[in-house]
């Protein structure tokens, strides 16, 4: 069951499960009991606040999963989704009852001014129309006739309709636009409707409004569902985004996030991360729910910027002035101030120059000595002068202004000031080292180090120093050096040594390769998937993996892709060392150079043979008995109906055998469901063991079973047949669980259906429904026997 939870995916803004797959999913998980809502966060438990933006029936089926899948990437800790509206959100932040808010962006910026929240970790990527969305936008629509709306600087005195002034894409990103050209939003008349978009379609369109705010993708999705009409409706001034399939008339604004709180494990928080990110669009998850995944988490400023421009809450209240609407408002004392400041700064312009030549002998010393002083700043490194004699040292602004301090502020500065801030274990380490370079005698030396900033953090510092002069015994007198912080050099090193780790320890196979596809670098899960060493295939073209599985035409489009898009991204399958095939995920991208020549190409894949095989099993249990294996009703039906078709072709009879057996009910009643169950499989192994080939065995339900005779002779064969399977109904069963023989019979409903009967007659629920009667016939009768009819033309 882990590894099917763990290609579960679902979508919330379409939260429902297709036809067949979602009834079984929801009869095997949710009507097992595999896992119940907790409402309560207990140890070890990871609580995710959802926003219910529909009702709780809906989300459940089709966001339950995500907690699973979670729960499989995250060992030891339960994982559990809670449905809230907006209030019961900010009730379960203020009792610290959750670990993760899900929710819309305009929800998230004001959950996120009014709670300690942190960044996203993840943003929805929606699936629109067979397209993938990480992004929405807003609309501003009209008439084609309204010639008068060409800009949105045409709004003012106009009646706009939109669903309400709370939502982002509706009615914040345009209401931005219009504060950005300068437009006041009391100039214009909003006419609120309510949800869907449609109604503000429907108002543009019969003219009880001018124009109206609708979010992106509305107009593409009423066009698909054959709404001719909007065709008379334009978009004013639009904008074209690169990569985005839809029409818009303002910026792009961020899907929904996952947003982690402060108080979750930065390592837990940084593992479900990467698991939403792992989601592709072909796992069963994101096809059963219609999403494409997750991404990277977006930069969600943008709509809180939208919000404040809106004015919605909780930005409703008055705005600090910005210094242009001040500029605006107050344009005649600018003015003035201006010609004031200008007056002074020319006034000043003509005293300098005055002075100039009283200040022309000094400023000559002073230029020497700020040379020097650009010299070392431009090196941007902080100097350092050691007196040894003297017990004296000088430190330059630089060496302290590094470490967010000045001068003054460290004054008086010695030794122990260096050692004071210096981490302790590297103080150590760099006073051994210096001490044993001047015992060597040596001149220069250097060393790297931790130095606390001001702000409380640890600078990197790598120091270099020498000696310059010694004493005629050859004790040293003074020593020069510098500073220069290499923090961010640290930090590349550890995401460089992070990076090769991650690269060392994922599960997902990489291989790279060189220009002329020579393979260069592989990691550890890529021996583990193809079963090749590094001396194996270093050096060697990819084509060694190749399984034989795929044609000319699929590779000529996999090199026609990486030359044209620089990627490509599918399945294939390869040959493992061993010899048997592997099912793969693979997606490869080129690597250019600054001039645009290639230097190597990146292969990661995963290995999907256990995906395939799940999908096998769920395609399976649609049309099987979980119970026992045999076709279920619906594979029954199509059976049935494919049998009589073929029988009226060819002129032959069908049979049709109802079988309810005699007495299970007390044995089911006496040593429960789990011994019944035991005794249901065992008799149906008996019953397909008599049964022809070619001929279909199924279970209705319960212990209602229907064997489907294909070109029965007539009635006595039929009979015959009804008989081998009642005769292996009523061989005594030991039930080992139950420590007890039993021996049941049947009562069979026999119907023979011949190539004359009519369609009507001949319809696979006709059939069964007259073999039905027939079955309670021979109940009546006083079981364990068999009752036959032929249908009369």
Known sequence: MRALLSLLRFRPTRPCLPGWLGAVFVLVF????????????????????????????????????????????????????????????????ERDELDLVFTNPAHYITLRTQNQLSGAIATLVALEEGKAVSQLGGVLIRRKERTDIQRWQDLPGKVVAVTGTQYLGGYATQAKELVQRGIALDSIEFKRLGNPHDKVVAAVLEGQADAGFIRTGILESLHAEGKAEVADLEVVEPVSHSGFPFKASTALYPEWAMVALPHLDRDLSRRISAALLALEPEDVLSQLAGIHGFTIPADYQSVQEAMMAARVPPFDKAPTVSIREFARQHAAAVIAVGSILLTVMIASAWVLRTN???????????????????????????????????????YGRRWAAMLGYTLEELEPVSLDTWKTLTHPVDQQEVLAQLDKDLAAGVDAFESEFRMRHKAGHWVWIHNLGRIIRRTEDGKPLL???????????????????????????????????????????????????????????????????????????????????????????????????????????????????????IQHYIGVFTDISLQKQLVRELQHSA??????????????????GLA????????????????????????????????????????????????????????????????????????????????????????????????????????????????????EDALPEAVLGRADVLMYEAKRAGKARVVVQRFVP
């Open 30 to 93: 949710l009507g097992a009991g595999a896992l119940s809502p907790v409402e309560a966060r207990e140890p070890n438990t990871l609580t995710i606040g959802m926003f219910a933006y529909r009702p709780v029936s809906v989300l459940e089926p089709a966001w339950r999963p995500l907690a699973w899948y979670l729960q499989e990437q995250v060992p030891g800790v339960h994982v559990n989704i809670r449905f809230l509206d907006q209030d019961a959100m900010t009730r379960a932040l």
């Open 644 to 759: 009589l078709a073929q029988a009226r072709r060819a002129r032959s009879s069908v049979a049709v055998i109802f079988l309810d057996l005699d007495g299970f009910k007390p044995v089911n009643d006496t040593y429960g469901h789990v011994v019944g169950d035991e005794l249901l499989r065992r008799l149906a192994q008996r019953m397909r063991g008599v049964v022809r080939d070619g001929d279909t065995l199924a279970r209705l339900g319960g212990d209602e079973f229907v064997v489907v005779a294909n070109a029965v002779a007539d009635e006595e064969d039929a009979t015959a047949c009804a008989e081998r399977v009642l005769a292996a109904i009523g061989e005594p069963v030991t039930l080992k669980m139950a420590g007890t023989t039993v021996r049941l019979s049947a009562s069979v409903g026999v119907v023979v259906c011949p190539p004359t009967a009519s369609e």
């Open 479 to 597: 020593l020069t050096g510098i500073h220069l912080d290499v923090t961010e050099r640290k930090r590349n090193e550890e995401e460089r040594a992070l990076s090769h780790s991650v690269f060392l320890r994922t599960h997902t196979g990489v291989m790279v390769t060189d220009e002329s596809n020579r393979i260069v670098q592989i990691n550890p899960a890529f021996t583990e998937i193809t079963g090749y060493t590094p001396e194996e295939v270093l050096g060697k073209s990819p084509d060694m993996l190749a399984s034989g599985e795929h044609d000319e035409a699929f590779y000529r489009k996999l090199w026609n892709d990486l030359e044209g898009k620089g990627e490509w991204e599918g399945e294939i399958i390869n040959r493992h060392k061993n010899g048997h095939t592997v099912p793969e995920r693979m997606t490869i991208s080129v690597v250019r150079d600054g001039d645009g020549a």
């Open 623 to 640: 049309h099987h008995d979980l119970l026992t294996g045999l076709p279920n009703r619906a594979l029954l039906y199509d059976r049935l």
């Open 356 to 394: 100039r030549r009283l200040n022309l002998a000094q400023g000559r010393l002073a230029q020497e000595r700020q040379r020097l002083e650009d010299i070392i700043e431009g090196t941007n490194a902080g100097t350092w002068e050691w007196y040894v004699a003297e017990d004296r040292i000088v």
